[in-house]
C-alpha cells in the first residue's frame, strides 16, 4: 500500500511545528505576585489533606495515661469526625484544583497578553 502515513515522520514534523511556534512567542517574565501565588500553590497542595488521627504519644506515665483516653475517646467519635473530614477533604481537593485552573488560566492569559503587545509593537502605526 502506497498509501500508508509515515507516523513517525509526521511527529517529527508536527513537533518541530510546535518548537517553532513556541519559539515565536515572547517570553514572558513571572512578575513578583505570580511567584508568590506558585509558592502558594505548592504549600496549598501540602496543606491540603486534612487528618483526624494525630499520632497520640505521651513521654511520661501521665501524657501516656491521657493519650490512652484520647484514642478511646477518639475510637468511639470516629463515626462522627470522618465524615466531617472527608467533607474537608473534598472541599480542600475542590478548591485546590480551582486555583490550579486559575493559575494556569492566568498565565495562559498573561501569554497572550505579552503575544498582542508584541503584534502592537510589530506593526507599523495606521494614519
Do not use: C
Not at 498565565?107 to 508584541?118: I, Q, S, T, W, Y
Amino acid at each position: 500500500m502506497s498509501s500508508e502515513i509515515d507516523v513517525a515522520a509526521t511527529l517529527a514534523a508536527l513537533r518541530a511545528e510546535v518548537r517553532a511556534q513556541r519559539a515565536a512567542l515572547p517570553a514572558v517574565e513571572p512578575t513578583p505576585a505570580e511567584r508568590e501565588l506558585q509558592r502558594v500553590v505548592e504549600e496549598l497542595e501540602y496543606t491540603r489533606v486534612v487528618s483526624a488521627h494525630w499520632p497520640l504519644e505521651g513521654r511520661n506515665p501521665l501524657e501516656q495515661a491521657i493519650a490512652f483516653v484520647n484514642k478511646v475517646v477518639r475510637r468511639y467519635l470516629r463515626w462522627y469526625i470522618n465524615p466531617i473530614v472527608e467533607q474537608q477533604n473534598a472541599f480542600n481537593d475542590t478548591a485546590a484544583r480551582a486555583i490550579r485552573l486559575l493559575v494556569a488560566e492566568n498565565a495562559a492569559l498573561r501569554a497572550e497578553l505579552a503575544a498582542l503587545r508584541a503584534q502592537l509593537q510589530q506593526s507599523p502605526p495606521s494614519s
